[in-house]
């Protein structure tokens, strides 16, 4: 082939040069990590992000270059903000931004890789596909997207039927979180080439019934909507549109915070239809719980045969932490075989990724 | 099934009290737009748009709030940024950002919805999917991602096989920009169902061989790397993995800016594989035009003969509106058949996702 001039040259112009000069964040080779901003007219840059506690003032020097060096921190990913002049946003000159469904969601991102592959890196193992669906939800009038994952091997065979996980995001965010910062196909590719996994499709619908930011005086409002779109519109379409066992046995309910409360809500009440029920750092309130459990928690027999896996994980530095404690306790105290994974950590995307690969390993 | 009561109250306090209140931007159904910023230490905020020439302050009131109301604007898609005390930034108050693989990229969204659907709407038609895949790439020692279109019909279908369009994005973005910004399945699902174009599979790739942002001391570095990608694993790949048909009467390749530069770089020299091909505002430099297209120009009866269709597009407002005119002469002077399809506006998504609406039913 002809080598061709490439055409990077002509069009990088066309990005505001100051964009192009600074970088952040530098990671040095012993995890330090550097944070940069040019900013000559700002009077004050603040940095704050999840490895570190509260927040800390970036310096300026002569040419309005703003920085700040911590660490050396833990591999792992990591949001952060800046704040300059008191209006928290990201660091420009970073590319790599989360963003959800809601204002104050958005952040930059910190990777910082280790000496080794994390679980939920790439690596070289075969890797299953993500689909995004855009399907009709009669129950909710509107057209809805669905991000369904298929495990390596499900394109190549035609035969094989594969149980199914339902797997919802958090507040704020959307149905592409669990791909986008949850790495759930790299997690499970990696269990499953491991052997410490089995196959199986996880569907992760939009978890509004509402739209987001919606005001609370609906109380019970998003769960029942929701409710009806994963019941008659998203198990149908998965269902009939994927090679999907049908049963009970072969469905599995799990979800993170809001999701989580979802999917304690909907699974443990839905019996007929799963049969496995996580809660991530569940959103769920000691208030409720006699109105969204008491029917599960009176009939501790049926309970008992019916699931063969209900596991909790909450981190000791989430405010929702005293939440699943209680509801821990409520199942304790109703004989209602359980796990519940207490770590540390907070309310983050950090413990929600672990969870999954806890998780999914104990799975049909 | 039980109302239970939702889980949003509990988590919403997990966000910035500032970042849930400040709604930004508001649209009026006159299609006049405000911006708003919580901001009582800043001492100035610009207002920078695609709907706009250059930028405009925002104005402080007593309570820290800034504000400024533009319009009214025609309805599309565009993209804006505020600059705070000097620094370029997004609208903390809008979740919709458009992000992409290099530091100046990160823009807020705003959408101005019209009073009929727009060709780029989710519409009540039936909807294709969105397949997401990592792949190895040999030539390039790496695990890659790719994303393909498959249109309405190819799950259900078992023998039918499809065409192929590679689609290529622009400099600073990664194989998301297509179905994120550009709507590509959107697009193609509505001039489906209106009878306006063929079905076919869309392939879209990581465009870069080499990092991005690297440095331009390494000219056709990247065209060199990208197109032994291209041409040695994603077709393979694509060909192996799905029902399309893996001749050159079904193999179409186009692309926008760097990506434009690449199809046609790519395509033109490639005859005996391509018979459509496409640049959207392409990425090209005359001075390369010799050593890129001399070979092709050369034999203007083997173009003439193989290819169906060479379209190329470009906004007169667009810095490389020029190098589009220049190559344009070259090829008449050749006497090579071409559409130039010569718009308004410049080098934006805008153009991008028309001139696709404009070249995909030209296709097959």
Chains 1, 2 share one sequence.
Not at 262 to 272: A, F, K, T, V
Not at 273 to 285: A, N, T
Not at 297 to 319: F, H, Q, V, Y
Request: net charge neutral.
């Amino acid at each position: 082939m002809t080598p061709f001039r490439h055409a990077i040259v002509a069009v990088t112009f066309l990005l505001p040069a100051s964009a192009q000069r600074i970088v952040s964040p530098v990671i040095s080779s012993d995890h330090r990590v550097t944070f940069n901003l040019s900013a000559p007219s700002a009077s004050q840059v603040m940095l704050s992000g999840e490895f570190m506690k509260g927040s800390q003032p970036l310096v300026k020097n002569g040419e309005g270059l703003w920085t700040t060096t911590i660490g050396p921190i833990e591999p792992e990913i990591y949001y952060y903000n800046f704040t300059i002049d008191g209006v928290r946003t990201i660091d420009p000159g970073n590319p790599n931004v989360k963003t959800g469904s809601t204002p104050g969601t958005i952040q930059s991102v910190l990777e910082i890789p280790g000496d080794h592959s994390a679980f939920y890196d790439p690596q070289p193992v075969p890797h299953g596909e993500i689909r995004t669906h855009w399907y009709a939800s009669k129950s909710l009038h509107t057209t809805r997207r669905l991000t369904v994952y298929t495990p390596p091997g499900y394109e190549g065979s035609t035969n094989t039927r594969y149980p199914v996980l339902y797997l919802f995001h958090g507040a704020n965010a959307d149905e592409t979180a669990w791909t986008r910062l949850g790495r759930v196909n790299l997690i499970l590719d990696n269990l499953l080439a491991a052997g410490k996994s089995k196959p199986f499709l996880v569907a992760m619908p939009f978890g509004y019934g509402v739209p987001p930011g919606s005001p609370s005086s609906a109380p019970g409002a998003n769960l029942t909507a929701f409710s009806r779109d994963l019941l008659e519109d998203v198990i149908p379409f998965v269902e009939s549109h994927y090679r999907a066992y049908a049963d009970r046995g072969h469905r599995a309910i799990a979800g993170l915070s809001m999701g989580g409360g979802e999917s304690l809500g909907i699974g443990l009440n839905h019996l007929e239809l799963f049969s496995y029920v996580g809660g991530f750092s569940p959103g769920i309130r000691t208030a409720d719980f006699q109105q969204s459990y008491g029917k599960f928690m009176a009939d501790p027999r049926t309970a008992n045969e019916k699931l063969r896996l209900l596991w909790i994980g909450c981190g000791s530095d989430d405010s929702l932490f005293a939440a699943s404690e209680a509801l821990v306790k409520m199942l304790d105290d109703a004989g209602i075989k359980h796990v519940f994974h207490k770590s540390g950590g907070a309310h983050t995307w950090i413990n929600w990724r672990r969870y999954l690969n806890e998780f999914a390993p104990l799975l049909f």
